[in-house]
Each structure stands twice: as structure tokens, then as C-alpha cells.
């Protein structure tokens, strides 16, 4: 961001009209870039890896917040990803109903820590309800709905299967053969004459969604290290100093590192979470820290005005209730003035499916806009 205000002057177009897209990580990488416009907290970072507009005292000399995101199943969060997850694929039985709770006792006691984290946020709902562990649920599944019927509504050639039909779901990766796998719809109902939905059956729904794509470990996200776990593919690795292959990065995930030398967790360090943290000289918690947008939304960061969030209905890399939490928190920033959320209907872990739409819905954003100004700064 700041080597394009750097070299504005030089480029078609304008950098005050910097548009960032992601997906997954990448959508990650793109709300918290939305998020934390002109924040300080990153200056001495930026300083250290010679970054564009940082003068000699450490002082930023450019700008690098953005005009608008568009993300799509950002995988953000993750310090509180891990305690989504168990909540999101626990709280109706859905791991046991799948086969998919190999550590039923830790998926527990993840969970376990949901409830109190979702209400420290202080969100709410369109109707004003707060949102809490306790209305998640309904609320998810009215974004379900709101999908289902936007998705109905498009089109007139879509189309949902009845009660007893069946979702056709295609899938494989590029440069292989494509699979079609069928799976009976036995949880949700549409009124095919209105195009309305009757019904969500949250259980059998969730059922699905872990159906049609194996459920993450336990933990989801910081899995490396815990109960001898070295080969799981998740975030672990992306955390620590350049020394260490990882560190775990949540305090269930550190407490319950078991694998000798790794340099990370209790057994290593004879330190609990807490203590770790504790120390002036630890730098794992700020890195979860400065790439998680929730910290920055509604702060004296430059969030981006324009927010196009996309999650699917069948994603389950990562919990429904972490889209929703960012959306509820970008509604509540008054620096939020065009914010367009929804679960995509039946697309899985994946982005870029709606090209046209984004791309319209870009040039709209650019077009009420008009000419471009520099802001006033607020970081």
C-alpha cells in the first residue's frame, strides 16, 4: 500500500482508490489491511524491513489505508478461530454425529471458552439483539436463509432440491478429473411457488456441511505440537521468530504443546500461556495481534468504507460465527459506509465465484465515491 502512495503520481488511476481481494489466507491478509488503515502499532515493524514513508524517527510519512475489500472466506481471527470451531461443530453434536471427534475431551474444553469471548465483543444484530453464544445459532441460520433466498431470487432458472432430493455437489481440484458426489437434502425446505424458505434444520445443516467436507482437527488451527502432533497442516507454522519452524500461538494450543524440543508450550519453556505472554520480550501475541481485523475495527485505525464479505454455505475451513462477528463489527464502525455480507450459497471454500457481481459492485463503490481526495488522517 504505501509503494503504491509512493508511486502514485507515476500509475494509472489513483492509490486512493486501492481495492485489495483475497481468499482464504488471502482474504485474511485483505481485512486486516482494510482494518488497520495508518495504525502506529505496525511502524516499528515497517521501520525494520526498510518499508516506503517511515522517516528516521520511526514516524510513517505515507498513508496505507485502503479504499475498499473484498474477501472472500478469510480465515482471520485466529486467536479465537480454534474455540469457534469446537463451539460452531460441537454445540449440536455435530462431530459426533460426522465421526469426526477423535478428541472429543479437547474439543470440549475448546468449546468450553466460546461463550465468554463472543459476549467480550459487545456485538449486535440488524434488529439490535446482542449477540451472544446464546442467539449465534439463529442468527447463522437466518444468514443461511437470507442466502438461500437471495441466491432463489437472482435467478429464475436456480433452483434448491426438495426435502428427500438431492444436492449435487461437484468437486476436484485443477488438472484432475471432476467428482460428483449426491447428498440427500434433509434440512432445508423451500416454497418453490414463492421462493421462500419454510424452514432451517441447524442440526442435519451442519451435519451436511461436515458431511460433505471432513471436519478440521482438534485444535483446528493450532494443531502442531499438541498431543505429538507434528504433521497437521495448519496456521501453527506461521507464528513465531524466524529461528523456530512454529509456536503455538493460543493459550490451549501452548498449555497443551507435549512435543519435546520444539522450543514452543509449557513443557519447553516451563511457562503457561499467561506467563509467556506476560514477558515484555514475547512477540507471539503481538503477531496474532496485528493480523486480526477485530482488533482494529471501530479503533482510531482508517478502516476501509467499503466491504464486500463472502463465506460459503458449505465452507467448513473455518467457523460461520467468524465472518459474522466481522461483519457485526464493521457495521458498528461509523467508517463503514457500504458494507455488503452474505453467506454464498452452495459455494464451498473458495472465492472469486461471483466476478461480475463483485466487479459491479467495486465500480458502484468507485462511482458514489467520485473524485478522489486524500482523506483526513485518523491513525
Request: aromatic residues 8%; glycine residues 10%; proline residues 6%.
Amino acid at each position: 500500500m504505501r509503494y503504491l502512495r509512493l508511486n502514485d503520481a507515476a500509475m494509472p488511476g489513483s492509490a486512493e482508490r486501492i481495492v485489495v481481494n483475497g481468499t482464504s489466507g488471502g482474504g485474511a491478509l485483505a481485512s486486516i489491511l482494510g482494518a488497520s488503515g495508518n495504525s502506529a502499532e505496525y511502524a516499528p515493524h515497517l521501520a525494520a524491513i526498510g518499508a516506503a514513508g517511515i522517516d528516521d524517527k520511526g514516524r510513517s510519512t505515507l498513508r496505507d489505508d485502503v479504499f475498499a475489500v473484498n474477501a472472500y472466506c478469510p480465515i482471520t481471527d485466529l486467536g479465537n478461530a480454534d474455540i469457534a470451531y469446537e463451539w460452531l461443530y460441537n454445540v449440536l453434536g455435530t462431530r459426533d454425529a460426522t465421526g469426526s471427534n477423535p478428541s472429543p475431551a479437547d474439543a470440549a474444553a475448546i468449546a468450553e471458552r466460546f461463550a465468554a469471548y463472543e459476549r467480550s465483543l459487545g456485538l449486535r444484530n440488524p434488529d439490535g439483539t446482542r449477540l451472544t453464544a446464546a442467539t449465534l445459532l439463529d442468527t447463522v441460520e437466518k444468514e443461511v436463509v437470507r442466502s438461500a433466498e437471495t441466491y432463489l431470487e437472482a435467478d429464475p432458472a436456480h433452483t434448491i432440491p426438495p426435502l428427500g432430493g438431492t444436492f449435487e455437489i461437484a468437486s476436484g481440484g485443477p488438472g484432475g478429473p471432476p467428482t460428483t458426489k449426491s447428498y440427500v437434502n434433509d434440512w432445508i425446505d423451500v416454497d418453490t411457488a414463492t421462493g421462500k424458505v419454510r424452514s432451517v434444520d441447524m442440526t442435519r445443516y451442519l451435519a451436511f456441511v461436515a458431511t460433505q467436507a471432513t471436519l478440521k482437527t482438534t485444535p483446528a488451527f493450532d494443531a502442531v505440537g499438541v498431543n505429538g502432533n507434528t504433521s497437521s497442516r495448519t496456521e501453527t507454522n506461521l507464528f513465531g521468530p524466524p529461528t523456530q519452524a512454529y509456536l503455538n500461538y493460543t493459550e490451549y494450543g501452548w498449555n497443551h504443546n507435549d512435543v519435546a524440543g520444539d522450543g514452543s508450550g509449557l513443557d519447553d519453556t516451563g511457562l503457561t500461556w499467561k506467563q509467556y505472554t506476560a514477558k515484555q520480550s514475547t512477540t507471539v501475541d503481538d503477531q496474532v495481534h496485528l493480523i486480526n481485523p477485530m482488533d482494529f475495527v471501530g479503533t482510531r485505525a482508517d478502516t476501509a468504507p467499503n466491504w464486500y464479505v463472502r463465506h460459503g454455505t458449505r465452507d467448513r475451513d473455518t467457523a460461520f460465527t467468524v465472518s459474522v462477528n466481522l461483519d457485526r463489527a464493521l457495521a458498528a464502525d461509523k467508517q463503514v459506509t457500504n458494507l455488503d455480507y452474505r453467506l454464498a450459497w452452495n459455494q464451498p471454500h473458495a472465492g472469486n465465484y461471483d466476478v461480475p457481481e463483485a466487479m459491479a459492485w467495486i465500480a458502484d463503490a468507485v462511482q458514489k465515491a467520485g473524485a478522489p481526495s486524500a482523506p483526513r488522517r485518523r491513525g
